[in-house]
Every structure is written in structure tokens, then in C-alpha cells.
Nanobody
Framework: VQLQASGGGLVQAGGSLRLSCAAS????????MGWYRQSPGKQREMVAA???????NYADSVKGRFTISRDNTKNAVYLQMNSLKPEDTAAYYC???????????????WGQGTQVTVSS
């Protein structure tokens, strides 16, 4: 199973981007899904997470600007990013706590990074 992320790019400060991430094939279930980001010289940090029931949590730095959502029918998670700031520049990674088969253990999978660059 792979998580495939897309939607990054170059945007001016104040602009918007929408990131998408979906599983590459059919799976049994996904519990929590989320987005992390990492910029050069910094540790990877949690941006937003959403559980299968829809409850969410956000990093303080993005509250009110970013919205995480998911489509359980598509095994996908999205991140709508508004009012982007130069400090949001980073590689963004999605993840999911996935049970591949009915008898499989839950394991965390990561997508490849998608670069977001916000110019001032």
C-alpha cells in the first residue's frame, strides 16, 4: 500500500492550496489520517489530523487557516490551506493508520512529500 500525495506548489503569501492524499489500492480500513510538514533544518511537525469519525486537531500555527477533511469512500485525506504565510513553506507529508486486510495489524503508512513554497 502506498499513500500518494499531490497538490503542492508555489503560491504567494495570502494564497491557497489544497493537498490531497489517497491510498494506492483497496484496503480494509483507515483510522487516523494526518498531515505533517518539515522544512530544512527543522523537525517534522504535525499540522493536522483527523480520525475516522471526523474529529480533528490542528497545530496552533495553522488553526483558523487550514482545514483537514477526508473521504472514507476514497481512502483519501485533504488539507485545504488558506491565508498561506512564508513560514508555511515546507515539504508536506500525509500519513494514515491502515489495516490492509481484515486480519492485519494496524500500521502507519506515509506518503511521499509534496513541496509547498509560499513567497512573500
Amino acid at each position: 500500500v502506498q499513500l500518494q500525495a499531490s497538490g503542492g506548489g508555489l503560491v504567494q503569501a495570502g494564497g491557497s492550496l489544497r493537498l490531497s492524499c489517497a491510498a494506492s489500492r483497496s484496503i480494509f480500513s483507515i483510522d487516523a489520517m494526518g498531515w505533517y510538514r518539515q522544512s530544512p533544518g527543522k523537525q517534522r511537525e504535525m499540522v493536522a489530523a483527523i480520525r475516522s469519525g471526523g474529529s480533528t486537531n490542528y497545530a496552533d500555527s495553522v488553526k483558523g487557516r487550514f482545514t483537514i477533511s477526508r473521504d472514507n469512500t476514497k481512502n483519501a485525506v485533504y488539507l485545504q490551506m488558506n491565508s498561506l504565510k512564508p513560514e508555511d513553506t515546507a515539504a508536506y507529508y500525509c500519513n494514515g493508520d491502515i489495516r490492509v486486510g481484515q486480519l492485519s495489524a494496524i500500521r502507519r503508512y506515509w506518503g511521499q512529500g509534496t513541496q509547498v513554497t509560499v513567497s512573500s
